[in-house]
């Protein structure tokens, strides 16, 4: 039988995020989506707890033969993840691994440029800080993000996601302080099963978002 899903879209899934972090409301608390669509996850979450909202741009790096299959991730500022499994499985030559870390960290600066435009970064040391996606499957580009956050030394460092692999979570526990997940089925195939409402998120959709105070 095939199983229901557990969210209606994604700012279903954040609100329900929300009150699973509700103990941080109001505590100056930076919120950061994983562009795109860990945005409107994010913002529900802001929301909720009546916090800053911006974004931490991570983008995958495919494998030789399929793209859609994570050897890893990167952040605009060049932080990397590498699954060493993966690549192994592929036999990624150095050549390959630098050419795809390449175009794809340009692709997470433009992004990144674009999102933020005119506003400075924001404020992250010694702040709570809360990355949210909308889910986990191989966890890399929450790693890639949390490594990268990690470095401007928050005080505390929250991964948080609607639904996720038993696989990520086992990883993310290692690279944050907390990590906060509403669901881990063990059936997990992919995180658009669990969305009613699994739309694509687009570019103009996330500058929507962080143009929406979420701190009155």
């Not at 699973?20 to 608390?29: E, F, K, M, P």
């Not at 995958?60 to 994570?70: I, N, R, V």
């Not at 340009?106 to 990355?131: K, M, N, Q, S, Y």
């Amino acid at each position: 039988m095939r199983r229901a899903p557990t969210f209606d879209d994604r700012r279903d899934a954040g609100s329900q995020l929300a009150r699973a972090l509700d103990r941080w409301r109001g505590r100056n608390v930076l919120v950061l989506g994983i562009p795109r669509g860990g945005v409107p996850v994010a913002a529900a979450v802001a929301r909720g707890l009546e916090a800053e909202l911006d974004v931490v741009v991570a983008r995958k790096l495919g494998s030789p033969l399929s793209p859609e299959l994570a050897m890893g991730a990167v952040t605009a500022d060049g932080e990397r993840y590498l699954n060493t499994d993966i690549m192994a499985m592929f036999d990624v030559s150095d050549t390959f691994l630098a050419d795809e870390t390449r175009v794809q960290r340009l692709d997470a600066e433009r992004r990144e440029a674009r999102f933020r435009g005119d506003r400075p970064p924001p404020a992250i040391a010694g702040r709570t800080v809360v990355v949210v996606d909308d889910g986990l499957a191989t966890g890399a580009t929450m790693i890639a993000a949390v490594r990268s956050v990690r470095r401007r030394r928050p005080g505390y460092l929250v991964v948080a996601a609607p639904v996720a692999s038993s696989t990520a979570m086992a990883i993310l526990r290692a690279e944050a302080d907390e990590v906060v997940c509403l669901s881990v089925p063990e059936d997990f195939g992919a995180v658009g099963q669990f969305y009613k409402d699994f739309r694509q998120v687009e570019d103009e959709d996330v500058l929507r978002l962080l143009a929406t105070p979420s701190v009155s």
